[in-house]
């Protein structure tokens, strides 16, 4: 009796557990068959005013700046400006000991002298021997004079010409060593080229700087017009084709944060400047002057600024959030038959590889999502312009990023709610025409 209650309390048992597994199962699988309801927000197409914008970051320098350096080595003996001071053009900046230089100059003074004195001598010889020359040829046409004392007598006379000439050239060459010589004396002072301020003062006086006719010598300050200052930026490769002269920049300078700068864009560099060069690090730039048109506020060179460059504006045009565009394979917008897309993967032994993703966005038609292709314009920081695919008033998904990007396809089951906050910003909305 003992061992038929224990054979009927395990088949209870068991007959329990079986019951429960059967129940999960059920449950399982009758809950993979509820449809997957995804929540989103939506915006309305809409005509809109965008304007596309490259921001970039750089300093700001002046339009003009000339720096300083010395042409001829020695000691500083003269420094009458400071950092900051305003000088006139033509103004006296620096002195170089000019002792050495002065030396140059007598020394080529005394040569020259010299030069001229032989010149001198020469001349005189010249006159003397082309004169018994002259006399010479007299006697040698009346057969009074032998052939070799005509010879020597013309001989003599070519000699004291080319003497004469060699002594010219002494003199040419004197001339040349003087002004050469008086050229790096002059040297020694350094006037401004150009009205401005000394932005800044590199050498001190007494201090030694060293410089040539063919290397470029010690800096020692430069001189700039800070009435004209221009930011320089850098702008990358990609960007740098939608840039043009003349377009508008809006520019925000650290120390400045809460004044707006106005620009506009002058110059554009023909030639890339690359950094990281061979490395995974690689960028390639293109430097792009603006000019700054605010007049009231005293700029530093060097201050950080970044800058918004106003490349192109598009009005009355239709757009949409930003974020409402995404990609999507080909095949999930319905564009391929399944029955081709079998057929390749069948002739390539595996998937067609050369399905690239198209742009589009969702909308949402009695309750589910719709794919459709657009086409892409320009963009601001919150709006992008379709020029292909889409229609004013149409409910397009702008949120959430996630189900945008991931969660849906062509026929998601979906439920909106608008109350949840918005991602767009910026683009000013028009009145439809």
């Given at each position: 009796m003992a061992n038929g209650k224990k054979s009927k309390k395990k088949l209870f048992i068991f007959?329990?557990?079986?019951?429960?597994?059967?129940?999960?199962?059920?449950?399982?699988?009758?809950?993979?068959?509820?449809?997957?309801?995804?929540?989103?927000?939506?915006?309305?197409?809409?005509?809109?005013?965008?304007?596309?914008?490259?921001?970039?970051?750089?300093?700001?320098?002046?339009e003009t700046m000339v720096k300083i350096n010395a042409e001829v080595s020695g000691e500083i003996t003269t420094l009458p400006v400071k950092e900051g001071d305003r000088v006139r053009k033509g103004e006296l900046l620096v002195r170089i000991k000019p002792d050495q230089y002065q030396a140059q100059v007598d020394r080529a003074e005394a040569g020259l002298q010299s030069a001229r004195?032989?010149?001198n001598l020469q001349k005189a010889n010249v006159e003397k021997t082309e004169?018994?020359?002259?006399?010479?040829?007299?006697?040698?046409?009346?057969?009074?004079?032998?052939?070799?004392?005509?010879?020597?007598?013309?001989?003599?006379?070519?000699?004291?010409?080319?003497?004469?000439?060699?002594?010219?050239?002494?003199?040419?060459?004197?001339?040349?060593?003087?002004?050469?010589?008086?050229?790096?004396?002059?040297?020694?002072?350094?006037?401004?080229?150009?009205?401005?301020?000394?932005?800044?003062l590199i050498s001190e006086l007494g201090e030694r700087v060293s410089g040539?006719?063919?290397?470029?010598?010690?800096?020692?300050?430069?001189?700039?017009?800070?009435?004209?200052?221009?930011?320089?930026?850098?702008?990358?490769?990609?960007?740098?084709?939608?840039?043009?002269?003349?377009?508008?920049?809006?520019?925000?300078?650290?120390?400045?944060?809460?004044?707006?700068?106005?620009?506009?864009v002058y110059e554009i560099a023909n030639t890339?400047?690359?950094?990281?060069?061979?490395?995974q690090e690689e960028v390639t730039n293109f430097e792009v002057k603006i000019r700054v048109l605010n007049k009231d506020i005293s700029l530093r060179p060097g201050m950080s600024m970044t800058a918004d460059i106003e490349t192109e504006t598009k009005k009355n045009i239709i757009a949409v959030p930003i974020q409402s565009v995404t990609t999507r394979a080909p095949k999930a917008a319905g564009e391929k038959p399944k029955e081709e897309e079998q057929?390749?993967?069948?002739?390539?032994?595996?998937?067609?590889?050369?399905?690239?993703?198209?742009?589009?966005?969702?909308?949402v038609e009695d309750g589910k999502a719709k794919m459709v292709p657009v086409k892409r314009g320009i963009n601001d920081e919150g709006y992008v312009e379709i020029s292909e695919g889409l229609s004013e008033d149409a409910a397009v998904v702008s949120g959430s990023y996630k189900a945008i990007n991931r969660e849906l396809e062509d026929g998601t089951v979906v439920k909106v709610e608008n109350n949840a906050p918005k991602f767009a910003m910026g683009g000013k909305q028009e009145e439809k025409k």
């Amino acid at each position: 009796m003992a061992n038929g209650k224990k054979s009927k309390k395990k088949l209870f048992i068991f007959s329990g557990i079986g019951l429960v597994a059967i129940v999960l199962v059920l449950v399982v699988v009758l809950g993979s068959k509820k449809e997957n309801i995804i929540t989103v927000q939506t915006e309305k197409v809409a005509r809109r005013t965008i304007t596309q914008v490259v921001n970039a970051s750089g300093k700001i320098q002046p339009e003009t700046m000339v720096k300083i350096n010395a042409e001829v080595s020695g000691e500083i003996t003269t420094l009458p400006v400071k950092e900051g001071d305003r000088v006139r053009k033509g103004e006296l900046l620096v002195r170089i000991k000019p002792d050495q230089y002065q030396a140059q100059v007598d020394r080529a003074e005394a040569g020259l002298q010299s030069a001229r004195a032989s010149l001198n001598l020469q001349k005189a010889n010249v006159e003397k021997t082309e004169s018994e020359f002259k006399r010479a040829q007299e006697l040698f046409d009346k057969k009074l004079l032998s052939d070799q004392e005509f010879i020597a007598a013309k001989t003599s006379y070519s000699a004291t010409k080319s003497q004469y000439e060699s002594a010219q050239a002494g003199v040419r060459q004197a001339e040349a060593s003087l002004r050469d010589a008086k050229e790096s004396l002059n040297k020694t002072a350094i006037y401004s080229p150009m009205a401005g301020t000394i932005s800044q003062l590199i050498s001190e006086l007494g201090e030694r700087v060293s410089g040539s006719g063919f290397t470029q010598g010690t800096q020692i300050m430069t001189v700039a017009d800070l009435s004209m200052m221009e930011a320089r930026v850098d702008v990358g490769e990609n960007d740098i084709v939608t840039i043009s002269i003349g377009d508008t920049a809006r520019i925000t300078i650290d120390a400045y944060p809460d004044k707006k700068f106005t620009g506009v864009v002058y110059e554009i560099a023909n030639t890339a400047k690359s950094k990281g060069l061979g490395t995974q690090e690689e960028v390639t730039n293109f430097e792009v002057k603006i000019r700054v048109l605010n007049k009231d506020i005293s700029l530093r060179p060097g201050m950080s600024m970044t800058a918004d460059i106003e490349t192109e504006t598009k009005k009355n045009i239709i757009a949409v959030p930003i974020q409402s565009v995404t990609t999507r394979a080909p095949k999930a917008a319905g564009e391929k038959p399944k029955e081709e897309e079998q057929k390749k993967e069948g002739e390539s032994g595996g998937l067609a590889t050369n399905d690239k993703p198209v742009e589009c966005v969702f909308l949402v038609e009695d309750g589910k999502a719709k794919m459709v292709p657009v086409k892409r314009g320009i963009n601001d920081e919150g709006y992008v312009e379709i020029s292909e695919g889409l229609s004013e008033d149409a409910a397009v998904v702008s949120g959430s990023y996630k189900a945008i990007n991931r969660e849906l396809e062509d026929g998601t089951v979906v439920k909106v709610e608008n109350n949840a906050p918005k991602f767009a910003m910026g683009g000013k909305q028009e009145e439809k025409k």
